[in-house]
Each structure stands twice: as C-alpha cells, then as structure tokens.
C-alpha cells in the first residue's frame, strides 16, 4: 500500500516521525549509555575481584606480579587504573617497606571494554530500527484523522468552487456582450474578474501543478495584470518600466504569481501610496508602499495574514509556484517598503 502525502501533510509527518523517533532514541541512548557504565563498573569489579583472589594462591597466567615501594598514600586491596595497568597493592608479610603489586594490563582491559561496547551498539542499532518502524507507524496514525479531515474539507471547496465556475463564466461573458462603457457596467465587470481570479487563486491551490511550459513575453504577462489592477486602485501612483523578454514557463502559473504579486501590493497599501514596476535582463522587480509588516518571515507561510482581509493564501501560491518554475525571488522591508524581485 503506498501513501500519498501533499507537501504540507508530508511536512507534518516528516516533522511528527522525528518527533517520536527522537524521544526513543533519547529514550534508548540514556537506558544504554546507564547499560554501558554498569557493565564498565561490573568488569572492573571482576577484574579487581579475580586480582584479590590470585594474591592469596597465585595461580594462573592472567596477572603480573611485581615489588614496589611503599607509599604513604598507598591503598591496599584497591583497584588502581593508570595509563598502563590496573592493579592491586598487597601487603608482603613482615615486609613493611615494600608492597606487591598485582597488575593487569590496560590493553586487555581496553580490548574487553570493547567487546562489551560493540554488543552494547548492536543492541542499540537493533532497537534504533525497531524505533523506526514504531515512528514510522505512529506517524501515520497520528496524520490519518488529519488527512482524512482535509480530505473532506477539500471536496468541500472543490464542490463550492465548480459551483461558482458556471456563475462566474455566465457572467463574464454576458457582460462582453453588453457593450456599455458606464461606470456601473465597468464596476460589474472588475467586481466578477476579481470573483473570477478568487476562484482560479482557489482551484490553483487544490489541484496538482501540470505545468506545461510555452514561450512568454513577460511584458505582455505583467501588464494584462497591471491594468487590471491600475483601473480599480486608480489613486495609487503607479510607476511602469517594462523591458520586454522571454522565458519558457507555465503560462497560467506566472499570471498567477503576477496577478497575487500585484493583488497584494495594492491591497495593503497606504491610501496616497505607490506600486513601482520594473523589468530588467531576465528580473522584475515589484514595490509598494505600506503600513508596515510585523511579521516578513511569515509572509510566504499557508494562511498567514495581518489584517482581516484576504484568506491569507496568495504569497504562499507565489511562494509555491516560483519554487515548482525555478524562479529565485529575494524580498527587501525598508521604511515601510516592500519590494520583491523575481530572477528568471
């Protein structure tokens, strides 16, 4: 069975997997690292044991003995670990002076400590993988009331935006068959196009990108959606300076990057505000006035905004669609300025 994930679901259930594949592995790493101090401390008392014993007989080949004098700060029947040994002092009968030392040589203690390690991260890495199959499962768990839940909230939409496709269409072409330049008329016609761009925002955002990649005058683009936008913020300033040239691209996906580029800067303008545009060799670049923004790392984030207007998806359908075409885009707030250039 394969599992579909849309960018923002694959988004949570990455994020939720690593979520409770880190808690078990902080989990496993402080039970096996506690494991591993146990089994340290466990074969240094064996050694120290087995050292003690081989004082009394001296039978066996596994320690060295050697004579060394008696410190003041000598301990005896205590394991002492240096650079080299592990070793015991024992005291020499009537001998004061001198001590026996009974000794071990690190390497080997080394080499067993290692051994024991070496079990101690197989057993881990067995258990990291289980830990994965269990994230694994329980993120997908914890996702499927979600998905299902956006599921339906999606057919929803899609059902209410077919519904205002039939409508929008009736209109607009209706009103291309009354030929009137009254200002009623005008109004009507900018009030269903904006209806109408809503709509394709929406159908947009649903649908998976097909993109199908054609030459595009990038002049002609942007301006389609200038005067669209110039006749209903007629008492912004506006600013034009286009140089033509062309790109290969998605045609639909640019004069929506355009459209909610230039949908935005006149939206949260100020009232005697401005919106400059300008085209250089392969980049355009996108200024306007405003009363400022609190937040510009979250501008481009799903259903962020900072007033009530808007459904808060139009710069992340440009933030979407440039990342799919490949287009660069940077985005300078100075002195309540925003400007954004797209490199292509």
Sequence with gaps: MVIKFKLFEKESFIKSFLLFFIIIELFLGYIFYNYY???????????FLEMKNYSFFFKGDKFEIDIVPRQKTSKLYE??????LLYILVPMGENIQDLLQIYYPKSAYEHLLSNTLKEILFQFLFLSSISIIISLVFSIYALTPMKNALKLL???IKDIIHDLNTPITS?????KMI???TQEIQSIKQSAKTISMLYKNLDHYLKESNLQKEKISIKNSILE???FFKSSYDYLKWEIDLDDFYIFSDKDSLSRIFYNLLSNACKYNTSDGFVKIKTAKNSITISNSSYGIKNPKKIFERFYKESERGVGIGLHIVDKLTKEL???KEIDIKNNIFTIKLYF
């Design 225 to 227: 959606q200038i005067t």
């Design 171 to 175: 209109i607009l072409i209706n009103l």
């Design 326 to 328: 490949q287009i660069k």
């Design 79 to 84: 394991l002492y670990i240096d650079d080299d």
């Design 154 to 156: 999606e057919e929803f």
């Design 179 to 181: 030929d009137s330049k």
């Design 37 to 47: 101090t146990l089994q340290k401390e466990h074969l240094e008392k064996n050694i």
